[in-house]
């Protein structure tokens, strides 16, 4: 355990937690994803506040621990995560970089329309993470994970993982 | 601990919504490796968690409204069947894939306008819950109204699986949009909105999609209801023996 002699910023912990992996989809990061809200100190404790993406998502209580383990190691020893309800997780908070990671992972990145009840569906075609082609076509509204639909691709014949739009 | 009729008020409200996810999550739960399609079995299980995941929210603040040091777990694992608050709807057992597939619209086309609603109650809490479940329950909307048109308007065995099970389900979905006193109350205190214009929006949502399936809702069919107060249908009590089973046989068992 290495002992601080200064707090670290709010921004040097943004980026230590850049090197944290979501578990489901390890190619981002939780800051990729846009699910680390805020961060700071109240006395000696850093309270780090985090929303979830889908309200079921399994990986919640995993990222808390994964989160506190980071931080242990760089020091941070008395860390409190806070689940942030409001405003609710929309993929339109996924970083550019997070998006070109997931299309390097093989997962199609959510396509943005109006993120909102009632508009989920894909406003403009979801291009293959493989070959990059536009004739793909929905075969499941869900998949793998709450968070991804199941796509083929029409000209590769490949099917993909669709991060929905949320 | 004593309460004030409004924390009471919204508490029940709190185990209305959860108990109402809970039950119909556990009802899907029940489908996951047995669905006829792959695709279909995902879905199912998908539905069942995001609805566990807004029970958890639901039943937390339930548990914090009381004020009696119980849990969302207590509230979901150690509450008798006369303590639950979920309608007759979604504890009506799964039947065949047809049956749970109209349970589930039914559902569905009360929970988003209700949910939309509930993005502005006086209560900040159910707005920050409804704010965060609402584009799931859109996505679940979408998804049964899709199917219930497809295979109501598909072939001759679909149309009559589809017709029989809304046969059946109908008269349990006017408990949901039939207000009783606490409903009126927490209308009344800005909670909750107007059931009646819940009512209007389950109605046009629904009567379009059953017309493009080409299924016809029985028509004066009395409203069955009871759930609300906690009289629950005889199946519940399997229900409940299921899901509550190992923490009744193990207390305290944790992952």
């Known amino acids: 355990m290495i002992a601080l002699a200064v707090k670290p910023s709010p921004d040097e912990i943004r980026r230590w937690l850049e090197d944290v992996p979501d578990p489901e989809v390890p190619a981002v990061s939780i800051v990729d994803l846009g699910i680390v809200r805020d961060i700071e100190w109240r006395g000696d404790t850093l309270v780090v506040g985090v929303t979830p993406t889908y309200s079921g998502c399994p990986a919640t209580a995993v990222i808390s621990i994964d989160i506190v383990e980071a931080l242990r190691r760089r020091g941070v020893e008395r860390v409190r995560i806070e689940t942030r309800l409001s405003p609710p997780w929309t993929t339109a908070w996924i970083s550019d970089a997070g998006r070109e990671k997931l299309r390097a992972y093989g997962i199609a990145p959510p396509v943005e329309g109006a993120p909102c009840a009632g508009a989920l569906k894909p406003t403009a075609p979801v291009a293959c993470p493989q070959c990059g082609s536009l004739r793909t076509e929905e075969v499941s509204r869900f998949g793998s994970t709450p968070c991804k639909a199941t796509w083929r691709c029409a000209d590769c014949l490949e099917p993909f993982d669709y991060f929905k739009s949320f | ?255």
């Open chain 2, 1 to 255: 601990m004593t309460t004030s009729p409004s924390q009471n008020l919204r508490f029940e409200f709190a185990l209305r919504m959860g108990d109402n996810a809970l039950i119909l999550a556990q009802r899907l739960g029940a489908w996951c490796g047995h669905a006829p399609i792959l695709e279909e079995d995902i879905a199912m299980a998908n539905v069942a968690l995001d609805l566990l995941g807004q029970t958890k929210l639901w039943l937390a603040y339930a548990a914090e409204l009381e004020g009696e040091g119980r849990t969302a777990d207590d509230l979901a694992f150690l509450r008798d069947g006369r303590a639950f608050r979920n309608a007759l709807l979604v504890e009506q057992a799964n039947g065949d894939y047809a049956d749970t597939l109209m349970r589930q619209f039914l559902f569905d086309a009360w929970h988003l306008p209700m949910l939309e609603a509930l993005q502005s109650s006086s209560d900040p809490r159910v707005a920050e819950i409804a704010q965060k479940s609402v584009k799931e329950a859109a996505y679940h909307l979408d998804r049964s109204t899709d199917l219930v048109i497809r295979l109501g308007d598909g072939s001759e065995e679909s149309r009559a699986k589809m017709q029989r099970a809304l046969d059946d389900l109908w008269a349990f979905a006017g408990e949901l949009t039939t207000p009783d006193a606490t409903d009126k109350a927490l209308a009344e205190a800005g909670v909750a909105p107007d059931l009646a214009d819940i009512a209007r929006r389950w109605s046009a949502h629904a009567e379009q999609a059953l017309a493009d399936a080409t299924l016809t809702p029985p028509k004066d069919a009395a409203v069955r209801k009871g759930g609300k107060a906690g009289l629950h249908s005889e199946g519940f009590g399997f229900l409940l023996a299921e899901m509550q089973h190992l923490q009744r046989a193990h207390p305290g068992a944790a992952w």
